[in-house]
C-alpha cells in the first residue's frame, strides 16, 4: 500500500493536462491541494488503529492486504465495512471523501465484463481482472468517468447531431481503438492517477460505438481535464482541519485518445454496457448511504453546537430540528446496511447490493439535502453570510469588537463562537458549499434516477395482489 507522499509525488510526476481558470497547470497547483488532501487520509489513516480494520481487506486475487478502496467486495460484510468506512472518513474531513469513484467502477466492471464474456466469448473479464491486480497492487486511486455531455437530451447517443455529445469508438485498430467525446461532472478527476470511463445509460443495438468502457492514466496524450476547483483556507492563526479540505469537479475531454486492449473493458456490447453503467450507479448509491448520513452528521453537529453556545439546546423548537437530521442521517445508513444484508452473490463472485434498499436511501438523501441546510441556516441564524472576515478576526484593532459582540454564554470563549460560525459560514455560504450542495442533491444519480431504479424493481404487482385479496377480488 502507498503512502499520502507516494500519491502525491506520483501525481507530481504526471504530465500537465488539467486547466484552471484559464491556466494549464499541473498536479502541484495550490488549486488542487485540497481535493489532495482530502485522498491523502485514505493513505494516512491505514495505519490509524482507529480505521485499520475498515480501510484495510484482503485481497480476494492475491490473499495481501489491500487498501479497501481498491477491493472486490466478496460479501455482506464487505460492503457494510465500506459503508461504515466511508461515513467515518468523511466525518473526519467533513464532506465528500472522493475516493469511493474507482471502488464502484471497478465492483461494477467485475460484474458486467463476466456477464458480457459468457455471452459473447468474449475476454474482457479476464483482462479486466489484470486491471484490478494492477490497480491493487499498485493502490491506485481513480475517478469513474460516466456523465457524458448528452447534448439533446430528447435524443439518443446515435441520434445526436453532434455525435461526440457521448464517447465514443472512433476507430478500431489492431492493438487498440481511439476514442473520441467528454464526460461532465466527474470528481476528483484531477487529483487521480487513473480515469475509468463507463457508460452513462442504456444504449441500444444502434448504439454500440457508444457501448465502451476502458481505464486510462488521467495524463494520457489526449485526455484534457478542464478543472472547476473550490477549497476552503484556514488562516495562520485560525487553523483547523475544515480549512484543509476541497474538491475538483472536472470537465474531461478525450480528444482522439488510444487505448490499448488490455484497457479495454467493452466495445460494442450495447446490452451489457447498460449494464455496466447500471452497476456503477448501483454501487455508487450504496456509497452514498454512508457518505450523506456523515455530510449530515456534520450539519447536525455544528446545528447542535451552535444552538448550545446560544443557550438554546434542549428547547422544543431545536429538538425538532436536531431529530429531524439524526432521522435523516440513520434512515439513509440503514438502508444501506439493508442494502448489504439483502444483497446477492453473483457469478463473477462480487457481491452486490440490493437495487431497492440503495436507491430507496439515496433517494432519501438527495430529497432532503437541502431542508438539512435550511434547517442549520435557522440554527445558526444569519450571522454566517455577515461574519466578519478571519483577517479582521485576527486584526489587533478589530479583534476586541468582534470577540465583545459574538459572545453567547458567558462559560463559552468568544473564539469557540467565531470558530463555530466560521465552520457553518464554510457550509452554507463558501463556493465549496454550494458545490457541496449541488452534489448533495445529484451526485451518484439525481432522484428521479432513483425513482427509476425503484420503478423497474420494485414489486409493485405482489401489493396489487394484497389489495385484491383483502376485498375478495378473485380473477
Not at 477491493?71 to 467533513?94: F, P, W, Y
Not at 486511486?141 to 439533446?152: E, I, N, P, Y
Not at 439515496?362 to 441546510?373: F, S, V, W
Request: include cysteine.
Amino acid at each position: 500500500m502507498r503512502t499520502s507522499d507516494e500519491y502525491r509525488q506520483d501525481l507530481y510526476r504526471m504530465k500537465p493536462n488539467i486547466y484552471v481558470r484559464g491556466k494549464k497547470v499541473g498536479r502541484d497547483s495550490p488549486d488542487l491541494s485540497g481535493g489532495i488532501n482530502v485522498i491523502s487520509k485514505t493513505f494516512d489513516l491505514v495505519e490509524d488503529e482507529r480505521f485499520r480494520d475498515l480501510l484495510v481487506a484482503k485481497s480476494h486475487l492475491s490473499g495481501k492486504k489491500i487498501n479497501r478502496f481498491t477491493h472486490i467486495n466478496q460479501s455482506a460484510e464487505d460492503l457494510m465495512k465500506k459503508q461504515e468506512m466511508t461515513r467515518k472518513l468523511c466525518q473526519l474531513v467533513g464532506g465528500c471523501i472522493q475516493r469511493c469513484m474507482g471502488c464502484d467502477a471497478v465492483n461494477g466492471l467485475s460484474v458486467a465484463t463476466f456477464a458480457a464474456d459468457m455471452e459473447h466469448g468474449t475476454d474482457y473479464h479476464k483482462r479486466f481482472m489484470e486491471y484490478v491486480k494492477e490497480f491493487q497492487e499498485r493502490d491506485l486511486v481513480a475517478a469513474c468517468a460516466q456523465t457524458d455531455v448528452k447534448g439533446d437530451r430528447s435524443k439518443r447517443p446515435h441520434q445526436q447531431d453532434d455525435p461526440d455529445m457521448y464517447v465514443r469508438v472512433v476507430e478500431r485498430r489492431s492493438d487498440g481503438i481511439v476514442v473520441r467525446g467528454a464526460k461532465n461532472c466527474i470528481t476528483m478527476g484531477a487529483v487521480a492517477d487513473e480515469i475509468i470511463v463507463v457508460p452513462t445509460r442504456a444504449m441500444t443495438e444502434n448504439d454500440k460505438d457508444y457501448s465502451v468502457a476502458f481505464a486510462v492514466p488521467a495524463d494520457t496524450d489526449g485526455v484534457k481535464i478542464i478543472s472547476r476547483t473550490s477549497r476552503l483556507r484556514a488562516h495562520e492563526g485560525l487553523e483547523m482541519p475544515q480549512g484543509e479540505i476541497g474538491d475538483d469537479e472536472n470537465m474531461i475531454v478525450f480528444d482522439d485518445v488510444f487505448v490499448p486492449w488490455d484497457r479495454v473493458f467493452m466495445c460494442g456490447e450495447n446490452k451489457y454496457a447498460t449494464l455496466a453503467a447500471h452497476l456503477f450507479a448501483l454501487f455508487h448509491r450504496h456509497s452514498y448511504t454512508g457518505c450523506k448520513p456523515a455530510t449530515t452528521d456534520v450539519i447536525m453537529g455544528f446545528g447542535a453546537l451552535i444552538a448550545d453556545y446560544n443557550g438554546v439546546y434542549g428547547r422544543h423548537n431545536i429538538r425538532e430540528k436536531l431529530v429531524e437530521l439524526a432521522a435523516t442521517a440513520e434512515l439513509v445508513y440503514s438502508a444501506g446496511i439493508a442494502s448489504a444484508v439483502h444483497g446477492q452473490k453473483t457469478p463473477a463472485g462480487t457481491f452486490i447490493p440490493n437495487e431497492v434498499y440503495a436507491n430507496v436511501g439515496r433517494r432519501h438523501a438527495g430529497l432532503n439535502y437541502y431542508k438539512e441546510l435550511e434547517i442549520l441556516a435557522e440554527l445558526a441564524g444569519g450571522l454566517p453570510a455577515a461574519l466578519p472576515f478571519a483577517e479582521d478576526y485576527l486584526n489587533p484593532e478589530t479583534r476586541p469588537y468582534i470577540e465583545k459582540y459574538i459572545k453567547r454564554r458567558a462559560d463559552v470563549p468568544a473564539e469557540h463562537v467565531y470558530r463555530c460560525l466560521f465552520g457553518i459560514s464554510n457550509i452554507l455560504c463558501s463556493s465549496l458549499g454550494g458545490t457541496m450542495a449541488v452534489a448533495g442533491v445529484h451526485g451518484g444519480g439525481s432522484p428521479v434516477m432513483e425513482e427509476i431504479a425503484i420503478w423497474r424493481s420494485y414489486d409493485f404487482e405482489e401489493k396489487k395482489e394484497i389489495a385484491k385479496y383483502l376485498v375478495g377480488v378473485k380473477e
